[in-house]
């Protein structure tokens, strides 16, 4: 993913039967989604111009400029919408955007290094950092909270944990 563009929602099929598509906003503020100019895919090949009409339940009901029937509507499901970095709005010193995490170097407090971060997840909980690293079977799930994860150096490119005791192994 380009560093240019960032992911802030997806489509999710069709509302209704009027070419009304289901918008999933990953947006601190759903419906901030709207505000970002048009809406590109990941490879930028395609451009959407949308306007929200409703919330539903996760999410909203959405016009995109030529979506006229359901059945182009639901062509649309799964497809992910990035805006251009310079459309959104800077974050305080403590937050960050999921894409500027994604590829950083993890280390514990001594230095040791654990992997890098393939995505930032959640599922209801929290977000999680899910860490890919030599000696790991399968990717940790790191708790994305202040104890767990108390330095994040962009300009280093790299985050300092503290895990909780069996997310790494020994």
Not at 3 to 13: T, W
């Amino acid at each position: 993913m380009s560093q240019n563009h960032i992911c802030v929602g997806a489509f999710a099929g069709a509302f209704g039967v009027h070419g009304e598509v289901r918008l999933k906003s990953f947006c601190a503020t759903p419906e901030a989604i709207s505000d970002y100019g048009n809406l590109t895919t990941e490879d930028g090949k395609r451009s959407f111009v949308i306007k929200l009409v409703k919330p539903i339940k996760n999410g909203f009901s959405t016009r995109v400029e030529g979506i006229l029937t359901k059945e182009q509507a639901e062509e649309l499901a799964g497809t992910k919408l990035f805006a251009d970095r310079t459309a959104l709005p800077s974050l305080p010193d403590d937050e960050f955007y999921h894409s500027d995490l994604i590829g950083l170097k993890v280390l514990d407090a001594g230095g040791r290094v654990l992997g890098r971060v393939l995505s930032v997840e959640n599922h209801g909980a929290g977000d999680f950092l899910e860490i890919d690293g030599e000696g790991l079977k399968n990717p940790a799930l790191l708790p994305f909270t202040l104890s767990a994860v108390p330095t994040i150096d962009l300009k280093a490119g790299r985050i300092i944990v503290d895990p909780p005791e069996g997310v790494f192994p020994e």
